[in-house]
């Protein structure tokens, strides 16, 4: 992964969620608030505004960590905690360089999921993020470790991913506002699942093109 | 969507000066962030408290800013949790030597940012601890979940808390303060209509004509149950028998009430509540030291109310009735 790679990832991340927005303030006006989509296309609009300033860091790891505390400092909710605390960790496994190789790019994911799940508590099944990331990264690590190159591996999971959204639907929450409605939220995809397969798709779209 | 706004995108800001305009004497906004602190901080070795949380909740929580309640109110977007480094900077504002208290709560977003703020005010020096109040009867607890959520039963631990801080008790002792309030409140909701996040420009749900939402939250979010509309008397009785089970009480337990609406319920009818809450008490042979009546912990423009019970022993009792000079709250006679 090249950190211009990086870069368009969240610029592209960015639009798919923009585009979705009013999608993901649906999902969760009917198990949360009403504000996923919202919160999310804030937070990512002043992360494109970031890397696109004059004297951005062009290393993956600083690059990776402005990332981090733009969403940190601009989403809010639980989504801005989850995702600034898994960029913020991810930004330690990636080098001080401009570019790295695939096993660096998939440990750094690790760390971020592993950040994810140590800041929300959040286990498989409990109606959450963590339902997509868990698998989908499962998928990246067992794909790579076959010898299956990572472009090959980012549209994979980039479609898993989708699935795996969808398959939260039946699941009663037991993390996040959600569970406040206990069976009530049932039936329902969570919307969190939903934007984590856009970065998935925004990932895939990159790597593949490139 | 009809409301009293310019830009959506601004309202909160917008807010946060139009409460520094009206109430320069109490409270003041630190500059380039959505935190307001009192104008004149308490003295130097007291323990500072902080709460916020998400906007749409007002006069939580800017207008509980002052002397006996807190010393910073970090606020988020509408129903939106502040981001860490605008709580760090509400546990600047309000540290004066001897620590800060954080009332956090309980909904994921808040509990993890508030949190994260903790972790680096203490990594500058500050001792900071935390509570996390979880008053709401309508959510099962358990261990395997979030959780029960925190409503309108958090002004009761800001109060207990604020007045355990103002007569110099030492963090740990202001934390056990809030502690045992958060283990003697409970609270429930319900919603006769819901309300409308400006960012999103619809109503979070809709409601058939004779409907109501039970064990609603204070974020817009539908209830945990949907019945049809119950007279004012029959809906205190099935809450405040909600509470009392939760609460364990006995005959003769002491208490103070919160009768709050929750953004578009006239005083009108939140006082019929309160008649019949009044009423339970005499009937159940509790002793009421005080009621409070009117708009508390708010969500935006949802019509419907919140009930809450906290039991109190001698020193909550103290605690609760203590003096407070806030916009939103002021009772007894100040020394400062």
Redesign the interface.
């Known amino acids: 992964m090249t950190s211009e790679q990086f870069r368009r990832i969240w610029f592209r991340f960015g639009e798919l969620v923009t585009e979705h927005r009013d999608e993901l ?1 649906r999902l969760d ?1 009917a ?5 996923h989509g ?2 999310l296309a ?1 937070g990512l609009a002043k992360v494109a505004a970031d890397l696109g300033a004059d004297g951005s860091p062009t290393h993956l790891a600083a690059s990776c960590r402005q990332v981090g505390m733009a969403l ?11 995702w ?2 898994a960029l913020l960790r991810a930004a330690g496994a990636l080098p001080e360089a401009e570019t790295c190789d695939t096993a660096t790019a998939v440990a750094a994911a690790r760390q971020a999921v592993d950040a994810i799940q140590s ?2 508590h959040a286990e498989l099944g409990d109606k959450t993020m963590v339902d997509v990331w868990r698998p989908a990264l499962a998928l990246l690590e067992a794909s790579v470790a076959e010898g299956m190159s990572g472009r090959k591996a980012a549209v994979a999971v980039a479609e898993r991913a989708v699935t795996l959204a969808d398959e939260t639907a039946p699941l009663v929450a ?4 959600a ?4 069976a ?1 939220s049932a039936g329902h995809v969570d919307p969190g699942s939903v934007s984590t397969a856009l970065f998935w798709r925004a990932v895939a779209d990159i790597v593949a093109t490139s | 969507m009809k409301k009293v706004l310019n830009r959506v995108e601004d309202v909160v800001d917008e807010a946060l000066e139009g409460f520094q305009a009206a109430f320069p004497t109490y409270l003041r906004r630190v500059e380039g962030t959505h935190v307001l602190t009192r104008t004149r901080p308490k003295r130097t070795g007291l323990v500072g408290l902080v709460s916020g949380g998400g906007s749409g909740h007002e006069p939580a929580h800017g207008g509980y800013v002052g002397y006996g309640m807190l010393d910073a109110a970090v606020a988020g977007e509408v129903f939106t949790s502040p981001t860490p480094d605008q709580v760090l900077a509400g546990i600047r504002a309000a540290d004066r030597g001897a620590g800060v208290l954080l009332i956090i709560k309980n909904y994921t977003g808040d509990v993890m940012n508030f949190e994260m703020a903790q972790e680096l005010a203490q990594s500058d020096g500050i001792r900071v601890e935390a509570v996390v109040v979880d008053d709401d009867v309508a959510v099962d607890g358990s261990l395997y979940t979030t959780g029960r959520r925190g409503i309108a039963g958090t002004v009761f631990v800001h109060k207990a808390a604020g007045a355990a801080a103002e007569q110099g008790a030492s963090l740990d002792e202001v934390r056990d303060a809030a502690r045992a309030a958060i283990a003697h409140v409970r609270s429930m909701g319900f919603a006769l209509a819901p309300c409308t996040v400006p960012a999103a420009g619809e109503p979070t749900f809709t409601l058939g004509t004779t409907e109501m939402e039970l064990g609603i939250g204070i974020h817009g979010e539908p209830g945990t149950e949907r019945r049809p509309v119950a007279t004012a008397d029959d809906l205190a009785n099935m809450i405040l028998g909600r509470l009392s089970e939760d609460l364990a009480l006995t005959p003769g337990s002491r208490l103070a009430a919160m009768v709050n609406g929750m953004g578009a319920t006239p005083l009108l009818e939140l006082a019929v509540l309160a008649r019949r809450t009044g009423q339970w008490a005499r009937e159940a042979g509790h002793q009421m030291d005080v009621m409070w009546l009117g708009e508390f912990m708010t969500s935006l423009e949802m019509a419907g109310a919140s009930l809450t019970l906290m039991r109190l022993d001698d020193r909550l009792a103290a605690l609760i009735g203590a003096p407070a000079d806030t916009p939103a709250l002021r009772q007894g006679v100040v020394h400062d």
């Open positions: 303030n006006a198990i949360g608030d009403a504000d919202t919160n804030r940190l400092s601009t989403v809010g909710g639980a989504s801005g905690a989850l600034g605390s800041r929300g037991r993390r996040g506002r569970s406040y409605l206990g009530r």
